[in-house]
Nanobody
């Protein structure tokens, strides 16, 4: 139900915008979030956005990353700026079956089975 796109290779300092296309009902009725996972690491919450557009970010990423959603297009975006090699990871989109994201938005276990397959971002 979720399909990510927009990943690729980018030089340090560059920008990338990821997209997550969702089934209409997934996008409209759910909190949507981005996670990332680097090789050998656990899945890390990057940002989340409620159905009303309230956003929340990992503390270390706020200011460089921006999450947004276009409900008319059933799509969630992640704009990533000032990228560094430490941002290299597989980036995943996830949906949580509730309208708000909550303070525990970063817990991947709360998103059940509603995940995309991921899109790779490599920064060099």
């Amino acid at each position: 139900q979720l399909v990510e796109s927009g990943g690729g290779s980018v030089q340090a300092g560059g920008s990338v915008r990821l997209s997550c296309a969702a089934h209409r009902f997934t996008a409209i009725f759910n909190c949507m979030a981005w996670f990332r996972q680097a090789p050998g690491e656990g899945r890390e919450g990057v940002a989340a956005i409620s159905i009303l557009g309230k956003t929340t970010y990992a503390d270390s990423l706020e200011g460089r990353f921006t999450i947004s959603r276009d409900n008319a297009k059933n799509t969630v975006y992640l704009q990533m700026n000032s990228l560094s090699p430490e941002d290299t990871a597989m980036y995943y989109c996830a949906a949580r079956p509730q309208p708000s994201c909550g303070a525990d938005w970063y817990l991947s276990s709360l998103y059940g089975d509603t995940w995309g397959r991921g899109t790779q971002v490599t920064v060099s």
